[in-house]
Nanobody, 124 residues
Framework: QVQLVESGGGLVQAGGSLRLSCAASGRTIRNYHMAWFRQAPGKEREFVAFNRWSTDSTYYAESVKGRFTISRDNAKNTVYLQMNSLKPVDTAVYYC?????????????????WGQGTQVAVSS
């Protein structure tokens, strides 16, 4: 089992930055693909970014490409999401997720472990 705990959310003005953290426990994340998703009020949970454990490569949703950066520190068993140039449409609860599948995907049902989420609110 992998337990995930997100932190770092908050209220920020448009154009500002936040850095989310996802601390894992129970197992090392070294062999897990890690991802961030988000869910705005009244909307379905959507993919934001993933990091592939085997190559440390990354992939982003078009809506955040160039503004968000996912990274991991295996020694700290932690995954990060650096969010720059934030917009009001980025307002959502952000979730960290882990999968042991061969390949990471953008689909929520392919992830085995989830955190409880951290709220991000961007004011205009």
């Amino acid at each position: 089992q992998v337990q995930l705990v997100e932190s770092g959310g908050g209220l920020v003005q448009a154009g500002g930055s936040l850095r989310l953290s996802c601390a894992a426990s129970g197992r090392t994340i070294r062999n897990y693909h890690m991802a961030w998703f988000r869910q705005a009020p009244g909307k379905e949970r959507e993919f934001v970014a993933f990091n592939r454990w085997s190559t440390d490569s990354t992939y982003y949703a078009e809506s955040v490409k160039g503004r968000f950066t996912i990274s991991r520190d295996n020694a700290k068993n932690t995954v990060y999401l650096q969010m720059n140039s934030l917009k009001p449409v980025d307002t959502a609860v952000y979730y960290c997720a882990a999968t042991g599948r061969t390949w990471p995907t953008e689909r929520t049902e392919h992830y085995d472990y989830w955190g409880q989420g951290t709220q991000v609110a961007v004011s205009s």
